[in-house]
């Protein structure tokens, strides 16, 4: 009894969490899918309504003959039970229909607050997180089947609502019509099937979501087969038979053990309640019969009788649009509120109050910042200390591993220090609304994006207020040197750069680099006064990768800059190099300072340039 307690409370709690999700698709959209659904659960009882008074005026019909009152009465009964048959035919488009606009409008919400979580205000600390990934998976995961979203679980409640009422109509009816014992015993027995099938279908979906990450990876190695991301290597390296074991044995390790749980807790539950509904159902048929027999029922009555026990034991089974909708779709649901709440940890407790329009004026400082990405794992900042002057050009040089990335995903507010605090102009960034300040930034990062989009929407996304304006466009891809490349393709700015498309064009790792360039400098163009260039160049060797860093310097003169670099001759140019190793500041100075004093810049600009040095030279 307690566990049945427990499950209609769950249950409870868990229509009550659809029917406030359900307010987002609008009231006059949700009150006609609900008319609907009523309606399509009214529509088969009043059609065996019909035809059992068809069967019950056939024999008086046929004594009476054609042209008497009872064949009229039988042809308006059948004339109305063809009616009922054809519009209840005609309206499951309706139904459908209804149910979908439901769907997209929820998921278009759904969506929407995926996106506010995951862009603003936080940073990106969550969508890197492994296990917020394996939620975000059951938010939106296609191969599992349609309607396995929030508004598919919404769409699925009003589904089973038409089941319910086809299921208490039917059963009242027929205590009305026969007796009232028989009625309860024939509800009861499909409401223990539905319980039992309903219960494990529950069960099954939370078991399943346990396997988040497997899928995720499973979806991986297939777009590695699919897609033309690995495609060169796949087929260089001979990976096709790799990646496809691979994939085989990710999606069955996220598969079967969900095959195997399914026969004890779906298949179980439905076995043991199998014999209540065969017990009681039985019990009302055979009632139904004797009473005929013994002249208690009509012929109509009977036939009504005998197609209600079937029509409300058709409630003792699996709803597939239904309750797998449901269960996996408040499932994903429930990750989205998860997300959420990860996503909302990384809020700052500051604030926003400041507008950081025309800043830095004087600097930027970070003080005694330390950082780390995981709670309790090692710190890749440690007290860091660093002042960055408004207006000049700065290296930041180091080791890989050093935290010079990090550092930039601080200024940025992707995260958030674990402790210190970074000020610009003396103002605590965090009192800056975040989307503000990150207007004020131009970055091109190491893997910077490859959008396969037309040049215009490539260069225009550093500025998306630039997207309409092709001459500012072309301005920024001149600075970059990269207009003559742009006039030369196909359809000029409106080419899309990637193969894939037709008349798209596919540009080499060089000239990737000058649209980046192009991107940043429309940043500027349209107010940024900070800009970051974190690797953008590291598969270059190292001289292009120095003539990139000059030529870029030359663009950006009076501008705050910061250069990141683990070459430190590339960067030799900068007003200012500071070395950072182990997560803090060691060296601080010019080029030539840094090579004068003899330290740690010194001896890796040393060692990395007799690489380079050619063969004799000392």
């Given amino acids: 009894m307690r566990r049945l307690r427990k499950y209609v409370r769950e249950r409870i709690a868990l229509r009550l969490r659809i029917v406030r999700l359900l307010r987002v698709a609008g009231p006059r959209l949700v009150g006609g899918a609900v008319a609907f659904q009523i309606f399509t659960g009214l529509a088969p009882v009043a059609f065996i309504l019909a035809t059992s008074a068809v069967v019950g005026r056939v024999p008086a019909a046929i004594e009476s003959g054609l042209d008497s009152p009872q064949w009229q009465s039988l042809r308006n009964a059948l004339l109305l039970a063809g009616a009922l048959f054809v519009v209840q035919q005609l309206s499951w488009p309706f139904q459908w229909a209804a149910g979908e606009l439901v769907t997209w409008r929820v998921d278009d919400s759904v969506r929407e607050r995926v996106a506010a979580a995951s862009l603003e205000p936080v940073g990106i600390g969550a969508l890197e997180d492994a296990r917020t990934l394996d939620q975000l998976a059951q938010i939106v995961d296609p191969d599992r089947g349609i309607g396995?979203?929030?508004?598919?679980?919404?769409?699925?409640?009003?589904?089973?609502?038409?089941?319910?009422?086809?299921?208490?109509?039917?059963?009242?009816?027929?205590?009305?019509?026969?007796?009232?014992?028989?009625?309860?015993?024939?509800?009861?027995?499909?409401?223990?099937?539905?319980?039992?099938?309903?219960?494990?279908?529950?069960?099954?979906?939370?078991?399943?979501?346990?396997?988040?990450?497997?899928?995720?990876r499973r979806d991986y190695y297939r777009d590695l087969l699919a897609t033309p991301t690995a495609a060169k290597e796949a087929r260089i390296f001979g990976l096709a038979t790799w990646l496809g074991e691979r994939y085989r044995s990710t999606a069955l390790g996220a598969v079967r053990p969900v095959w195997r749980a399914r026969r004890r807790i779906v298949y179980v539950p439905f076995l043991v309640s199998i014999p209540a509904w065969l017990v009681l159902s039985g019990v009302a048929t055979i009632g139904a019969a004797r009473a005929a027999a013994g002249g208690e029922l009509t012929l109509g009555e009977l036939v009504f009788a005998l197609q209600a026990i079937v029509l409300i034991s058709a409630f003792g089974t699996f709803f597939w649009n239904s309750d797998w909708a449901t269960e996996n779709g408040l499932r994903a649901y429930d990750a989205l509120e998860r997300f959420e709440t990860t996503a909302a940890t990384q809020l700052t407790a500051v604030a926003p109050s400041a507008d950081p329009t025309g800043r830095p004026r004087a600097e930027i400082r970070f003080e005694d910042v330390t950082f780390g990405y995981d709670d309790g794992a090692r710190p890749v900042?440690?007290?860091?200390?660093?002042?960055?002057?408004a207006g000049r050009s700065l290296a930041i040089v180091g080791l890989n591993g050093a935290g010079k990335t990090t550092l930039v995903k601080l200024l940025a507010r992707l995260y958030e220090p674990r402790s210190g605090r970074i000020t610009v102009d003396g103002i605590d960034v965090r009192e800056f609304p975040a989307a503000a300040w990150r207007r004020r930034l131009g970055a091109i990062f190491q893997d910077f994006v490859h959008y396969e989009l037309p040049v215009r929407e490539n260069v225009g996304f550093g500025a998306p207020a630039l997207l309409g304006d092709d001459a500012r466009i072309r301005s920024a891809l001149t600075q970059a040197g990269a207009l003559d490349l742009v006039e030369r393709l196909p359809h000029g700015l409106d080419t899309v750069l990637s193969r894939e498309y037709q008349d798209g064009a596919e540009l080499s790792g060089g000239q990737w680099q000058r649209v980046a360039i192009a991107r940043a400098i429309a940043a500027v163009d349209a107010g940024a006064g900070v800009l970051v260039l974190d690797e953008p160049t590291a598969n270059l060797d190292v001289r292009a990768e120095a003539a990139f860093f000059e030529h870029f310097l030359d663009l950006t003169q009076g501008l705050t800059t910061i250069l990141i670099s683990h070459r430190f001759s590339s960067v030799r140019r900068a007003g200012r190099i500071v070395v950072l190793e182990e997560g803090a500041v060691i060296e601080d100075g010019t080029h030539e300072e840094l090579l004068a004093d003899g330290g740690r810049y010194a001896e890796l600009f040393r060692l990395q340039a007799e690489r380079f040095a050619p063969d004799g030279a000392g």
């Fill in 148 to 216: 396995f979203s929030p508004g598919g679980a919404c769409a699925g409640m009003l589904a089973l609502l038409s089941r319910y009422v086809q299921w208490g109509v039917a059963s009242i009816l027929l205590g009305v019509a026969y007796t009232w014992w028989a009625g309860v015993a024939a509800g009861l027995g499909a409401l223990a099937v539905r319980v039992g099938i309903r219960s494990g279908v529950g069960r099954l979906g939370e078991f399943e979501g346990r396997f988040g990450g497997e899928r995720r």
């Fill in 381 to 389: 900042l440690r007290n860091l200390d660093l002042t960055i002057s």
